[in-house]
């Protein structure tokens, strides 16, 4: 499956930064009832390749799962290794988006400027996260998208809230990462699903593309 067919019925990417292992089976389950189909361990999380291995048993046959923060290349065949089949990272490093390529994942890098973005399209990204879009405006991703190849995904991640994809999801962000708005460290799987819950509906708010 491509990328694509993981945005319905949400665009949306959970980064469970400093989730653990025992966690994963209650904070999935809340989040996948909530429509969400894109699930992100960041590699600077206690033991995040178990985590990732319960993630890709217990719901990689629905769900895109895989790690964030990958800052060395070196690490994608372990995430590959562990089950995950997506590799998210804060910077455009090349040979990481390459490595993940030879080895038939889905690559998302992090990109701050044209430059990057271009770097990162040509090494093989199947799209981009703009990151950090609090320290950005919905008026750059405009301007990218003028420049960038017709269908380009681009996800704006960084401070992302259930009150703000607004502007972003006007000017052409395919979706959207959420962090610490949505999971802390030993959250309530019930606040956690709650969380879950205002961003879906937040999303199906929205106007239709083209509205």
Not at 3 to 8: A, P, Q, T
Not at 47 to 64: K, N, T, V, Y
Not at 65 to 75: F, I, M, N, S
Not at 134 to 156: H, I
Request: hydrophobic content about 50%; charged content about 20%.
């Amino acid at each position: 499956m491509k990328l694509e067919d993981y945005l319905v019925p949400l665009p949306l990417v959970a980064v469970l930064r400093g989730i653990t292992p025992d966690e994963i089976p209650v904070v999935a389950e809340a989040l996948c009832a909530e429509g969400f189909r894109i699930l992100e361990v960041p590699l600077n999380s206690p033991q995040p390749f178990e985590s990732i291995r319960r993630l890709a048993r217990g719901f990689g046959d629905h769900c895109l799962v895989g790690a964030g923060t990958v800052l060395a290349a070196g690490d994608v065949a372990r995430v590959r290794d562990a089950g995950g089949r997506l590799i998210v990272m804060p910077h455009a490093d090349v040979a990481v988006v390459r490595e993940a390529k030879r080895l038939q994942m889905i690559c998302l890098p992090g990109v701050a400027t044209p430059t990057e973005a271009f770097a990162a399209l040509a090494a093989g990204a199947d799209g981009l996260k703009m990151f950090p879009a609090e320290a950005m405006v919905p008026a750059a991703l405009r301007a990218w998208r003028a420049v960038l190849p017709a269908g380009t995904l681009v996800f704006a991640v960084g401070g992302i809230r259930p009150d703000n994809m607004g502007p972003w999801w006007a000017e052409g962000a395919a979706g959207f990462g959420t962090g610490s708005n949505l999971y802390k460290p030993g959250a309530d799987p019930a606040r956690v699903r709650a969380g879950a819950a205002a961003y879906a509906a937040a999303f199906r708010a929205l106007p239709a593309r083209g509205a």
